[in-house]
């Protein structure tokens, strides 16, 4: 019923920049929070950053100042610029909204299917 695409993953120097973007599709009535997650290898995956549809956004400690999560509500694509990256950065990042479908009294939890950012030193 809903596909999250993601793009924008890659190889990077550290100190360089990558931006991720993320487009929510299908039988979409409205979305609600959106963000990112990213795992890394050997370890659980953990949030870094979600914004609501107001453009509430919140980060995690480890990335704060150095990434901005946006959203565009018409496209229902949220993105992730990143900045300043780190190689403790390196992870699978993967999308994740709450989309309320159609004919739906809720919303269900969506993830994308991850994308690779490695951050080399």
């Known amino acids: 019923q809903v596909q999250l695409v993601e793009s924008g993953g890659g190889l990077v120097q550290a100190g360089g920049s990558l931006r991720l973007s993320c487009a929510a599709s299908?039988?979409?009535?409205?979305?609600?929070?959106m963000g990112w997650y990213r795992q890394a290898p050997g370890k659980q995956r953990e949030l870094v950053a979600t914004v609501t549809n107001f453009g509430l956004a919140t980060y995690a400690d480890s990335v704060k100042g150095r990434f901005t999560i946006s959203r565009d509500n018409a496209k229902n694509t949220v993105y992730l610029q990143m900045n300043s990256l780190k190689p403790v950065d390196t992870a699978v990042y993967y999308c994740?909204?709450?989309?309320?479908?159609?004919?739906?009294?809720?919303?269900?939890?969506?993830w994308g299917q991850g994308t690779q950012v490695t951050v080399s030193s």
């Open positions: 994740n909204a709450w989309v309320v479908v159609q004919r739906a009294y809720s919303a269900s939890d969506y």
């Open positions: 299908g039988s979409i009535s409205s979305t609600n929070d």
